[in-house]
């Protein structure tokens, strides 16, 4: 992994077919010029020490298209992602199916799926700015069991066994695996579809053969998986639409 050492943070702009595009420019001690698109702050150039302003605009002028195309994109999926109101018919996903949330009263605290409707049952007492947090824990939950057993029917097939599985909330990975052969999960699949959700457990679970995307690494994925660029593809396109 590069280790980036920052020197000094800018912050200019240039001009393209009458739109200004702000940019970041990181000073580090790689060789090349990047241009990465990052939702939170913008474009980010990371440059050498030795490269000159001038050489950094003019690799922003010829990307000028790439950029404002990826951050068009940016905007799509922020206007995309989800804002929940935790109130009576607002909508949730589960395995790619949306349910309407109905809250109702309870003798007892739970969260259960009816038809297609998702019930949040409250007992007196409990208010319903506790919606979200048991929401939250349901889906953990939920996840938990269903990654679990997804685990074990792909770790089956591939005759591999992972050392630990632990499912977590990580912001921008869906999966990932260790040296160690530990397998972390995001608890957000289980909002996916299940083709999707098998695809990151399959594609985790591949790297216990093969840590790196080797040939050999894609080989063994599409002898387990063979439509799994078209999965792969419909993770990147709707992803940011998980998540409460």
Not at 6 to 31: A, F, K
Request: proline letters at 5%.
């Amino acid at each position: 992994m590069n280790t980036y050492h920052l020197v000094c943070v800018e912050m200019p702009s240039i001009q393209y077919e009458g739109q200004d595009i702000g940019y970041i420019v990181e000073r580090t001690r790689r060789r090349t010029v990047a241009i990465y698109i990052d939702p939170q702050r913008g474009v980010v150039v990371r440059a050498p020490k030795r490269a000159s302003d001038r050489e950094v605009r003019g690799f922003l002028l010829k990307k000028a298209p790439w950029i404002l195309r990826k951050l068009a994109e940016v905007r799509q999926r922020a206007a995309e992602a989800p804002r929940h109101t935790y109130l009576d018919g607002d909508v949730f996903l589960y395995l790619g199916e949306p349910l309407r949330l109905r809250i109702c009263s309870a003798r007892k605290n739970g969260v259960d799926i009816l038809g297609q409707e998702i019930i949040v049952s409250l007992k007196s007492g409990i208010s319903e700015d506790d919606v979200p947090a048991m929401l939250r824990k349901w889906y953990v939950a939920c996840a938990r069991e269903l990654l679990d057993e997804r685990v074990a029917f792909y770790s089956e097939e591939l005759g591999v066994m992972p050392a630990r599985i632990a499912i977590r909330e990580q912001k921008k990975r869906w999966g990932s695996c260790s040296a160690k052969g530990n397998i972390n999960l995001n608890w957000k699949l289980v909002m996916a579809p299940p083709g999707i959700l098998d695809y990151v457990v399959a594609h985790e679970l591949c790297h216990l053969r093969y840590p790196n995307h080797q040939p050999e690494f894609w080989g063994l994925l599409a002898n387990l998986m063979p439509d799994y660029a078209d999965r792969r593809n419909g993770l990147k396109k709707n992803g940011h639409k998980l998540g409460l």
